[in-house]
């Protein structure tokens, strides 16, 4: 099929998703082609390019951007060879890549938020929301939320999380957030008294300092742990949706290692 219907599928499904403004669409490849073998996978990174296209995959879709910058469309990163690198690789391939962020970022219930809840075991509609935070009723302390976010997070490749905070500090609501906006004052305004945030979401100098002076703790997490259950799930509504396709998940999970 042409990659160009997944495109008209998914765009469909996001009412709340600004076009002019999307980052969400093709950034390599003619989206015309026929394709029948998709990866999926959080980030376009030259490994990950290459594993995709070994596997057979005409088109690599990813949650974010391939080329460092949130739109893709600084051409001074190929001043990097590396950069120019992989550009040529995609070009050798031809392997189509295709973003789908916008998108998925607020699909409900498989998307990217409702999915991170669901791994750290939040059933049901959350207690309060927007856009991109939701909160949650909690019964226990500090300690108890970071074991249970360790070990929701240990499959995903992250032994360890950073606490900001007393352990022993009872915790009955907790908010959490979605990749790089994880924001305490949003989530604080949901009635948080814990927040689960990630570590391209926060900053010590701002996040960490609200944290101190109000008391409220904070568990930290890596970017694309907290993404994966979402394009985990992104995989099996494509296969779903496309039978005719073959989809298969990359996995990224946490991108550093605790030493």
């Known amino acids: 099929m042409k990659a160009c219907l997944i495109h008209e599928h998914l765009m469909s499904l996001g009412d709340w998703v600004d076009r002019e403004r999307s980052c969400d669409g093709f950034k390599a ?66 392997i189509l890549i295709y973003r789908c962020h916008d998108v998925w970022d607020r699909m409900p219930e498989i998307g990217i938020l409702d999915s991170w809840a669901r791994q750290l075991a939040f059933e049901g509609p959350p207690a309060a929301a927007d856009a991109f935070h939701a909160a949650y009723p909690f019964r226990g302390t500090v300690r108890d939320l970071a074991e249970r976010v360790r070990e929701r997070t240990a499959p995903l490749g992250q032994s360890r999380v950073w606490v900001l905070g ?31 945030v990630t570590d391209d979401g926060m900053s010590f100098w701002s996040a960490g300092c609200q944290a101190a002076d109000s008391a409220i703790p904070l568990i930290v997490v890596n970017h694309a742990a907290a993404e994966e259950p979402g394009m985990k799930n992104l995989a099996g509504y494509l296969a779903r949706t496309f039978p005719g396709l073959s989809v298969f998940h990359l996995p990224m999970g946490c991108l550093y290692t605790a030493v």
């Open 29 to 94: 490849g003619n989206p015309e082609t026929d394709v029948r073998i998709v990866a999926v996978c959080w980030q376009a990174t030259l490994p990950a390019l290459r594993e995709a296209a070994a596997r057979g995959a005409g088109l690599f879709v990813t949650h974010e951007p391939t080329f460092y910058v949130h739109m893709d469309d600084d051409l001074r990163v190929f001043e990097l060879p590396f950069a120019l690198a992989k550009k040529r690789f995609i070009e050798e391939t031809g």
């Open 166 to 196: 007393e352990m022993d500090a009872p915790v009955t609501r907790v908010a959490i957030g979605t990749g790089a906006i994880t924001d305490f004052r949003r989530m604080l305004s949901l009635g948080a008294d814990a927040m689960v």
